[in-house]
C-alpha cells in the first residue's frame, strides 16, 4: 500500500481497500471492463464520464431490499450505487472530476495483498491480454457488513464460491511484455508533477525503475528494444526480481 520508492501511504489505496466489502475482479474480469470503458470512449482520450461509468455494470451486483410501501419507512440504502460515486470522485482527475481515468482506475482495483499476483493482474491490463499465473486465488473478502442484509451476505458469499471455481479457468502459458507496459505498472500510483506539498521532491534520478534501467535488462538479455519479453524469462531477471518484491 505504500507508494513506490516512498515512505508514504498511496491514499486512494487505501480508501478503495476501506470501501470494501467487494469482491476482488478476477484477471478476466478487469479486462473486459477494460474493453468496455474503451469502447465507450468515442475519443480515445482515456477518459470516461460519470454518466458513461454509471451506466456499465460493475463485475458484480448487490442486491437491495425492496422499497417499503409504507412511504413513512425509510428507503433501504443502495450501497452499489453509492460505492460507484465513491470510486469515481476518488479516482477522478483532480483538474477535471467529471472525467474518470478508467484505465488508472483498474491498475488500483489489479491490487491484492500478493505482490507477484498483483503485478501481474496489472500487467495484463497494461498489455490488454491475459497474463498466466500459478492460479488466480483472490484473497477470501468477508463481505458481512451492517448495510447489507443476511440473504444479500450469503449471495455474495456464494459467488466468492463460484469465482474460486472459474479461477481454475487455464490461464496462459506465459505472457509477452514491452518496456513501455512495464514501466507503465511499476510507476502506477506515483506521485505526479506538480504537488506542492511539504513533502514533493524532484524526481529522483535514481529511479530503480527508470526507462533507461528497463532498457538495459532488455539490452543484456539481448532483445530488441521496441520487442515484447517472456514473462516467465523476465521475473527470472535478478532486477526485475527484485523490483517485484
Not at 57 to 67: D, G, H, K, S
Not at 145 to 162: F, H, I, V, W
Not at 175 to 194: C, P, Y
Request: charged residues 25%; proline residues 7%; hydrophobic residues 40%.
Amino acid at each position: 500500500m505504500l507508494s513506490n520508492g516512498s515512505e508514504f501511504i498511496n491514499w486512494r489505496l487505501w480508501l478503495l481497500f476501506s470501501s470494501q466489502p467487494w469482491p476482488h475482479p478476477t484477471q478476466q474480469e478487469l479486462l473486459n471492463l477494460l474493453f468496455i470503458y474503451a469502447e465507450n470512449d468515442s475519443d480515445h482520450s482515456g477518459f470516461i464520464s460519470r454518466t458513461t461509468f454509471n451506466e456499465i455494470p460493475l463485475w458484480f451486483i448487490m442486491e437491495r431490499p425492496a422499497t417499503p410501501d409504507d412511504q413513512s419507512l425509510p428507503r433501504p440504502y443502495n450501497r452499489e450505487y453509492h460505492l460507484k460515486q465513491f470510486w469515481f470522485d476518488l479516482f477522478a482527475l483532480d483538474d477535471n472530476s467529471s472525467l474518470l481515468p478508467y484505465e488508472d482506475m483498474l491498475y488500483y482495483m489489479a491490487a491484492v495483498p500478493s505482490p507477484l499476483h498483483g503485478f501481474c493482474r496489472a500487467l495484463a491490463i497494461a498489455e490488454r491480454t491475459a497474463m498466466p499465473t500459478l492460479k488466480e486465488q483472490l484473497p477470501q473478502i468477508d463481505m458481512q457488513c451492517a448495510t447489507l442484509s443476511t440473504q444479500e451476505y450469503e449471495r455474495l458469499l456464494e459467488r466468492e464460491r463460484e469465482q474460486l471455481q472459474d479461477n481454475e479457468t487455464e490461464l496462459p502459458n506465459d505472457g509477452f511484455i514491452s518496456v513501455d507496459g512495464l514501466h507503465q505498472v511499476l510507476h502506477h500510483g506515483e506521485r505526479k508533477f506538480g504537488d506542492t506539498h511539504r513533502f514533493a521532491t524532484t524526481e529522483d534520478p535514481e529511479d530503480f525503475a527508470s526507462k533507461e534501467r528497463l532498457y538495459a535488462v532488455w539490452d543484456e538479455m539481448q532483445i530488441d528494444r521496441s520487442s515484447k519479453i517472456h514473462l516467465s524469462a523476465l521475473l527470472n531477471h535478478p532486477v526485475i526480481a527484485d523490483m517485484v518484491a
